[in-house]
Structures are given as C-alpha cells and as structure tokens.
Nanobody, 122 residues
Framework: QVQLVESGGGLVQAGGSLRLSCAAS????????MAWFRQAPGKERERVAT???????YYADSVKGRFTISRDNAQNTMYLQMNSLKPEDTAVYYC????????????????WGQGTQVTVSS
C-alpha cells in the first residue's frame, strides 16, 4: 500500500487556475499508474486524468486541453495543473495509485487519498 495526500485545492473564480499535488509515502510511485478522480455532490465519480509509469497521459473529454497531469518520481509526487476552470469543475478531487491502467479501470487501487475540495465560482 502507498499512502497518498492531496493538497492545493481551494476557491477560485471561473477562468482561474489551481495546481493540485498528490504526495506519496510508504512506497515509491515510479512503478505505479496514477490518476486523478473527482466527485461532485450527487454525481458519479469521474476519472479526470491518468498517467502511466512510463509517462503516458490520458484525459477525460471534459478537461482535455485545460488540465495537465504530471509526475515527479524523485519527489514521489503527482500533480494536476488545472487552467481555465469552470463552475462544473467544482468537486472533491482524489488521487489514486494502481499497478497499471487495467487496475485503475477496474477500480483496484494500491492507494487512495483523502481528497481536496475545488470550488469554482461563476
């Protein structure tokens, strides 16, 4: 198991930017596929962005072109740069670690964070 702690959430106006961080401990994240999820009240959890151990990235259509996922294995940290934020991006954002893309798709995680709130005002 890897322990994950998100930070960087907050309140921002529409059009603004935030950078979320996901700090890992207990294990190095270099071999893990990592992902950001979000969940808004009354809505299903949505996978926002994924980064493989090799650095390949995937994005939900709803954030493509606005969000950028990255990882710094030396710092054992993953990031989500969020630009051009919209009110519909308001949610609790979670980071997750898994053995591979298939595990993420199957909901089998080795680590799951406690979440950080992002609120975008109109």
């Amino acid at each position: 198991q890897v322990q994950l702690v998100e930070s960087g959430g907050g309140l921002v106006q529409a059009g603004g930017s935030l950078r979320l961080s996901c700090a890992a401990s207990g294990r190095t994240i270099s071999s893990y596929a990592m992902a950001w999820f979000r969940q808004a009240p009354g809505k299903e959890r949505e996978r926002v962005a994924t980064i493989t151990s090799a650095g390949g990235t995937y994005y939900a259509d709803s954030v493509k072109g606005r969000f950028t996922i990255s990882r710094d294995n030396a710092q054992n940290t993953m990031y989500l740069q969020m630009n051009s934020l919209k009110p519909e991006d308001t949610a609790v954002y979670y980071c997750a670690a898994a053995k591979g893309l298939g595990y993420i798709g199957s909901g089998i995680f080795d680590g799951w964070g406690q979440g950080t709130q992002v609120t975008v005002s109109s």
